[in-house]
């Protein structure tokens, strides 16, 4: 049977350098060691790294070709960007701060088992003094987004790739001319497929520059059917700003407050008491994306991942899908390797037609590797949804939502 991988990343060591690599996963390591003591999983969670380095390491073209290989001759992929300075943007001095910390309450953490902790501890200080060494020279520079798009660019051109690689150009309100950028490589006949957002990066779902009426990201893309796909569980990767501006009018999800807000001023928000997950709902929360398909019912959206591990973000999904209101409103199970999670997600499926019409499979390369490899996903995804009785979830279901013709492979 033919696959569409509706979400998957062919990053280059270019953009994701080793201290960048290790950043996004650094703190969960250091978490869960602090926290629960529970060394069997450290020490996973340092392989995943590990393996992670070494895919990520290797030329896109290869990435590509390891997926194609995988998943069969006739299986077509779509590739997003990430918008990798806004991970750290502006943040040099307090990262490596952050870093420090993390390292000193590790250090005062009282281990039962003294000798495996610190074991652990020259492994997780090596990684440490990495990030700290590579962190401003590398991960911080702006153009890792323009060598994202240049290496897509370049695959898409590829003749093998031409009617199998279906790219997602990142969009940030804050990137100067990503609008631009969108409307001269987005859409049929160009580079590009769709759009691809990730808001916990420090900007609202519902920003009011993407919500214009007649010159926002989401008018645009509504009139010209344009697909996008928006990083929708919790925490993901959230920028790691303390500090972030968020203007008038945006609608957050502020936990402190209530919940759904619409910011009446500007304002400079302080995250640095309170937790990733919290930060990441307040740019990222489903309820705010409603916000977003009130105004444009009619968007091509795919809300990724099915909001994730947290039971309340799946369920207002789910419900969003099920009310027929938003009939181009997508969801994809990349990174989803609880079977209980998948049990949900498999009885949203079974109950509701509107469900199995719009949910589609993802994996998440490479990001996956930071939580297992790629043969262990697809055998859990396959437990629950087989292979040979899902061509709707494999294949047909994304083959609508990317727009594909049947003479297009798909």
């Known amino acids: 049977m033919k696959i569409i991988d509706v979400h998957c990343h062919v990053f280059s060591e270019d953009v994701l350098t080793f201290g960048g690599k290790l950043l996004i996963a650094f703190s969960d390591v250091i978490t869960d060691l602090i926290d629960s003591g529970d060394y069997d999983h450290a020490d996973n969670m340092i392989e995943r790294i590990n393996a992670f380095i070494e895919i990520s390491g290797k030329d896109p073209s290869d990435i590509a070709n390891a997926l194609f290989d995988h998943y069969g001759d006739d ?25 420090d910390q993390l390292m000193q309450d590790y250090d005062a953490h009282n281990h039962p088992e003294k000798d495996r902790a610190d074991t652990l ?6 990684i440490g003094d990495k990030v700290k060494d590579d962190l401003v020279d590398e991960v911080l520079k702006d153009n890792s987004f323009e060598i994202q798009f240049q290496i897509l660019k370049k695959l898409k051109n590829i003749e093998t790739y031409r009617d199998r690689f279906y790219p997602f150009l990142s969009f940030d309100p804050r990137r100067s001319g990503n609008l631009d950028k969108i409307k001269a490589n987005v859409g049929p006949g160009k580079d590009f497929c769709g759009v691809k957002l990730y808001a916990p990066l420090g900007f609202s779902a519902a920003h009011p520059a993407m919500m214009d009426k007649r010159k926002g990201l989401y008018a645009y893309c509504v009139a010209n059917d344009i697909p996008v796909i928006a990083h929708c569980s919790s ?28 910011l009446t001023m500007d304002k400079v928000v302080d995250f640095s008491l309170i937790d990733r997950d919290v930060k990441s709902q307040y740019f990222n929360h489903p309820e705010i994306w409603r916000i977003v398909l009130d105004e444009f019912p009619s968007l091509r959206l795919n809300l990724a991942h099915f909001g994730g591990d947290r039971k309340d973000w799946r369920e207002i999904i789910a419900n969003m899908i099920k009310s027929n209101k938003y009939q181009n409103l997508y969801t994809d199970i990349s990174c989803h390797t609880d079977p209980d999670v998948l049990k949900y997600i498999r009885d949203e499926y079974d109950t509701s037609d509107a469900v199995k019409r719009r949910l589609m499979y993802g994996s998440d390369f490479t990001i996956l590797l930071l939580f297992a490899d790629l043969l262990d996903h697809r055998n859990v995804i ?24 049947p003479d297009k492979g798909a």
């Not at 299986?75 to 870093?99: E, F």
């Not at 396959?382 to 279901?397: A, G, R």
Request: glycine share 4%; aromatic share 10%; with cysteine.
């Open 75 to 99: 299986s077509i992929i779509a590739p997003l960007m990430y918008d990798m300075y806004y991970l750290t943007h502006d943040q040099q001095h307090d990262i490596r701060d952050k870093v």
């Open 121 to 126: 501890r020259a492994s997780l200080a090596s």
């Open 235 to 262: 925490p993901g990767m959230p920028t790691m700003n303390d500090h972030l501006y968020v203007p008038h009018d945006s609608w957050v999800f502020d936990v402190r407050q209530g919940g759904l807000v619409a």
């Open 382 to 405: 396959e437990t629950t949804f087989p292979l040979d009785q899902h061509q709707d979830v494999y294949c047909d279901n994304a083959r609508r939502f990317l727009k594909l013709t």
